[in-house]
């Protein structure tokens, strides 16, 4: 089955600085690969979505890059703010409606 | 609009009895998809519903069954809790089969089950 590896341990940045959250998953590449955030006890919330034949995707401060042949996407938040600070998910789908999670990076932006 | 609404927020069980959980789908949207979230995980899919039969499941028990509503609303069933049911209900509406596939999925704010 599909396994999506995100970074367990919590990344702690400096406001002002990026941020780089990276998800690898095994197996074939899905259809979309999308990021949400979370926050503790909510439900989580959806950022970016970028599908197989695309390598890159901005909005705003955010940035997702995917790379099939090395089956990793990369996400990236400029200029991070404390307000940036909740679990970030990498998500999976292959058109078939069913969201495969990963655990979730937890990132910490300390003044 | 309302977003996707769950109820209740919080409820305690006895282990063996049984459970059911609400979701009312963003305003538009005719699929609803359930997740399991156990502390430190991502969601686990549970089931999908959309025409108020269910499209896919994901790898979990008979004990867990849902209904949809014709106003698109839906119902998470949960019979005989174990300890290890306990963890965070996430209900997530979307267009499903009848919109484009590359949308987004709205999540509600969930429903956190403990069972003692």
Redesign the interface.
Known sequence: SQK?EQNSEALNIQEGKTATLTCNYTNYSP??L?WYRQDP??????LL?I?ENEKEKRKERLKVTFDTTLKQSLFHITASQPADSATY?CVLSY??????????TRLQVFP | DAG?TQSPTHLIKTRGQQVTLRCSPKSGHD?V?W?QQAL??????IF?YYEEEE??R?NFPDRFSGHQFPNYSSELNVNALLLGDSA?Y?C?S?T??SGP??T???????T?LTVV
């Open positions: 999506i259809a979309y999308q006890g909510r439900g989580p919330v959806f979505l599908r998910l058109n078939t409606d069913k969201l495969i999670f990963g655990t979730g | 996707v699929t998809s997740y430190g995980q991502g969601p686990q899919f999908q499209r896919q994901g965070l996430l997530a979307s499903g089969p596939p590359d987004e999925a709205f999540f509600g704010q969930g956190r």
